[in-house]
Nanobody, 120 residues
């Protein structure tokens, strides 16, 4: 089992920045991928960014940057120039196969989510 705990969400104004963190614990494979997804009310969960063990990353927007600290088993999401459309619950996900795919089915473990609200 792998446990994921997100933090860093909150209420900000449009144009602001936030940094989300996700700490993984438990039976963690030495090479894994982690990702961020988000889900807004009434919408499907969507891919935000993913990162493989070696730092190779993929994004859905260039306003966000994903990074990781393998020594701490932690992944970060730096979000800049936030827009009201970014309002959602942000979820951290873990893939022991080190793929960082954009589909939620690739991830076996999920955090509980952290709310990000951007006001206009």
């Amino acid at each position: 089992q792998v446990q994921l705990v997100e933090s860093g969400g909150g209420l900000v104004q449009a144009g602001a920045s936030l940094r989300l963190s996700c700490a993984a614990s438990g039976r963690i494979f030495s090479h894994n991928a982690m990702a961020w997804f988000r889900q807004a009310p009434g919408k499907e969960r969507e891919f935000v960014a993913g990162i493989r063990w070696d730092g190779d990353a993929t994004y859905s927007t260039d306003r966000f940057t994903i990074s990781r600290d393998n020594a701490k088993n932690t992944v970060y999401l730096q979000m800049n120039s936030l827009e009201p459309e970014d309002t959602a619950v942000y979820y951290c996900a873990y893939d022991q196969a080190n793929r960082a795919l954009a589909t939620s089915q690739a991830y076996a473990y999920w955090g509980q989510g952290t709310q990000v609200t951007v006001s206009s």
